[in-house]
T-cell receptor, first 112, second 116 residues
Framework: SQTIHQWPATLVQPVGSPLSLECTVEGTSNPNLYWYRQAAGRGLQLLFYSVGIGQISSEVPQNLSASRPQDRQFILSSKKLLLSDSGFYLC???????????FGSGTQLSVL | AQSVTQLGSHVSVSEGALVLLRCNYSSSVPPYLFWYVQYPNQGLQLLLKYTTGATLVKGINGFEAEFKKSETSFHLTKPSAHMSDAAEYFCAVSDQYGAGSYQLTFGKGTKLSVIP
């Protein structure tokens, strides 16, 4: 069966520090991968999605970037965190073709 | 482009009472519709989905939702609320996004509180 792993679960970082959140999927190949951010009262905002290795699409201009170095690995990064980057970050995957998303357990990021 | 509107960011019901969470959508193609539940500090879990066929779909934990095309709605219901139903619920619509790729657009969520 397929599983999705996301880490760390919580992270507290100072403003201006770098960020790296990692997500891996097991039990499937060539998944569509997504990074969402959930801010209080704002629902889920799609940040990046990827349909294949090295293929990244960005939804909103921001301080963040994403990379997909391997088929089942998706990384969210920042060179310098801002206070506004605080939030709950969720990685997700799907098999494509309008299928449901499977979510990781999320990372609560606090930028202080 | 698709969008989802969830009416009410916070809903409170008494234990044993009917749960009704409202969702309206817009989509340029026949929609696939989803309800997800999120417990505190966790990811989202799928409750149920509508793709095609029967418009009343049943999900986990006694929840169900009815797709009403004429009303562009997909409201979530449960006849009798349980304390364990307290969580945040998200409605989502799936639409084409890029060549051969689809994405889900989520509503802003409805936080359900259950009063003992």
């Amino acid at each position: 069966s397929q599983t999705i792993h996301q880490w760390p679960a919580t992270l507290v970082q100072p403003v201006g520090s770098p960020l790296s959140l990692e997500c891996t999927v097991e039990g499937t190949s060539n998944p569509n991968l997504y990074w969402y951010r959930q801010a209080a009262g704002r629902g889920l905002q799609l940040l990046f999605y990827s349909v294949g290795i090295g293929q990244i699409s960005s939804e909103v201009p921001q301080n963040l970037s994403a990379s997909r170095p391997q088929d089942r690995q998706f990384i969210l990064s920042s060179k310098k965190l801002l206070l506004s980057d605080s939030g709950f970050y969720l990685c997700a995957w799907s098999g494509g073709r309008r299928e449901k998303l499977f979510f990781g357990s999320g990372t609560q990021l606090s930028v202080l | 482009a698709q969008s989802v509107t969830q009416l009410g960011s916070h809903v409170s019901v008494s234990e044993g009472a009917l749960v009704l969470l409202r969702c309206n959508y817009s989509s340029s193609v026949p929609p696939y519709l989803f309800w997800y539940v999120q417990y505190p500090n966790q990811g989202l879990q799928l409750l149920l989905k509508y793709t095609t066929g029967a418009t009343l779909v049943k999900g986990i934990n006694g929840f169900e939702a009815e797709f009403k095309k004429s009303e562009t709605s997909f409201h979530l219901t449960k006849p009798s609320a349980h304390m364990s139903d307290a969580a945040e619920y998200f409605c989502a619509v799936s639409d084409q996004y890029g060549a051969g790729s689809y994405q889900l657009t989520f509503g802003k969520g409805t936080k359900l509180s259950v009063i003992p």
